[in-house]
């Protein structure tokens, strides 16, 4: 029996120390599992991260190609003109009307994009932007006289102006908040290249008879054609003109794939449709955009003053003036030959194109201001360098030094904030049920201003020489750096409704903008 006992007990401590590492075995199961399946989610979360990332830049890329077009038609025709003045013998006026006549124009694309992306769609008004400006290039490539040119001229006009304000809006609209300025750059990047493409194209082709070469370079813009044709199979609605249409599932489906985590998408959601006055049934109640436009509430009137106003400051600085005219410009401080006045022109579109990609990479980073700031006060010190070393040093190689020095500090400082951040501001700043026709109103301030100053600029210098107009691009960059101070506010970080309280309480300004200070150290850091 005590036999039997005792092995009862050494059974039963046997029976024990089992279910003991059974009890074990099972925690450090269920630990396993829970180390796995968070191991599992983690590793889904990076996946749809990149996922989304990458189709949200591919939207951007696709979405900004429009303005490749226009920044190719800005950079060819700098050089084509004086092919084109030789082979068409225009007059100096009429080469001024040629080239300032896009700008112009291009105020009705603008006018009328708003409206129309509020009717088809931001999508299909970049489409709609593509095959203007295409007929207009195609007509441009085949004129025979200065009439039909300035036909092609005025539809390529047209469909630059749907081209430029509704890229900068859809982009903003699909981008996330955290990514949205770096985004919203991507139009500024691609004028630029297309810039760069139209003096490198002017280069490549100078070599060829006077009444072939001016025509090749106009006909290379038509290509681009293709690969928005192909952008539009790829890219979805903006979720924000979804909701405003009240097909806000198809809204939450491009916002899940455009935003990392279901949280953050539902929380833009509601922002979006509170914003649009959906689910207060305010929609209908609305008075009519343009009637609000023009007799706007105190915090409307703040967001337009900033909205137009920094579009204009963008061109009355002489922006394009530098641009179309750049051959003239360094053939006023001494250079004579035309392969070299053109290869000088390509340094200038490298510089440019180089740092927009600077401000790409830091808009997210420091923010929109001290961008600007900085950008303002150096546009300010090379144009006024320029107008006193074009004044002063006259033609020799000290004065083509300095003006190839300055025109390319000029472009460059112009890159790293008011070319990108102006178009930034535009499309981030308004309210949703007013985006598009605000940002059209921006675009149209901006056309204008552009217009004005390329359609000027030859007799003005005529007038008070090339130097006595730089110095007065220089005191209007002067005055954008007080107009940045004191009514731009910083956006970084805020969702696009976030931005619109901003607006509406003008107090918070002073805590949510970065100072003068904070500009210089961004100088030192950089």
Not at 111 to 138: C, E, H, P, Y
Not at 260 to 266: P, R
Not at 295 to 314: A, D, K
């Amino acid at each position: 029996m005590g036999l039997v006992g005792v092995q009862g007990d050494g059974n039963g401590e046997m029976a024990l120390s089992l279910g003991s590492k059974n009890k074990y075995k099972r925690m450090d199961s269920e630990l396993s599992d829970d180390f796995e399946d968070d191991a599992s989610h983690h590793h889904h979360q990076l996946e749809r991260k990149k996922s989304t990332r990458k189709y949200v830049l591919a939207c951007a890329i696709f979405a900004s190609l429009n303005h490749v077009l226009l920044g190719y038609d800005v950079g060819v025709m700098s050089g084509a003109i004086i092919f084109i003045q030789e082979d068409l013998k225009i007059t100096e006026v009429q080469e001024e009307v040629l080239v300032g006549i896009l700008s112009i124009i291009s105020l009705l694309g603008s006018l009328a994009g708003g409206r129309t992306s509020d009717v088809i769609g931001r999508k299909w008004t970049m489409a709609f932007a593509a095959i203007v400006f295409q007929i207009g290039a195609a007509i441009m490539t085949l004129a025979s006289s200065f009439e039909v040119l300035m036909i092609g001229r005025v539809l390529a006009g047209v469909g630059i102006g749907f081209g430029v304000m509704i890229a900068p809006v859809y982009i903003a609209e699909i981008s996330p908040t955290v990514d949205r300025g770096s985004l919203t750059s991507f139009p500024e990047i691609f004028i630029n290249l297309g810039i760069l493409l139209g003096y490198v194209s002017n280069y490549a082709f100078s070599g060829l008879s006077v009444h072939i070469n001016w025509r090749v370079m106009l006909a290379v813009g038509i290509l681009p054609s293709v690969f928005i044709g192909f952008a539009l199979f790829i890219i979805p609605e903006s979720p924000r003109w979804l909701v405003m249409q009240n097909r806000v599932e198809e809204a939450r489906s491009v916002l899940l794939k455009t935003n990392e985590n279901d949280k953050e998408v539902e929380e833009r959601l509601s922002e979006i449709v509170a914003a649009a006055g959906i689910s207060n049934g305010e929609k209908n109640e609305e008075k009519a955009v343009w009637r609000e436009l023009l007799s706007p509430s105190p915090s409307l009137r703040r967001m337009l003053i900033t909205g137009f106003g920094i579009q204009c400051f963008q061109q009355i600085t002489g922006i394009d003036a530098t641009v179309y005219y750049s051959p003239e410009i360094f053939h006023d401080a001494g250079i004579v030959n035309k392969s070299k006045l053109l290869a000088a022109t390509v340094a200038v579109g490298v510089t440019k194109t180089a740092f927009i990609l600077i401000a790409t990479f830091l808009v997210d980073r420091v923010g929109r201001k001290p961008l600007l700031y900085v950008s303002t006060i150096g546009m300010t010190v090379c144009l006024f360098t320029l107008s006193i070393s074009l004044a002063i040093l006259g033609k020799g190689h000290l004065g083509v030094a300095m003006a190839l020095l300055c025109v390319c500090g000029n472009v460059a400082f112009f890159s790293v904030g008011m070319g990108p951040v102006c178009w930034i501001l535009t499309s981030e700043i308004f309210p949703l049920r007013l985006r598009a026709q605000a940002s059209a109103l921006g675009a149209v301030g901006n056309r204008v201003c552009s217009g004005f100053v390329a359609m000027s600029f030859l007799s003005l210098a005529r007038t008070i020489t090339v130097g006595g107009t730089f110095f007065l691009f220089s005191l209007f960059s002067a005055l954008s750096v007080a107009f940045v101070d004191k009514l731009v506010p910083e956006t970084k970080g805020k969702s696009l409704e976030q931005i619109e309280l901003l607006f509406q309480n003008h107090n918070e300004w002073d805590g949510s903008e970065m100072e003068l200070g904070d500009a210089q150290h961004l100088v030192h850091k950089a």
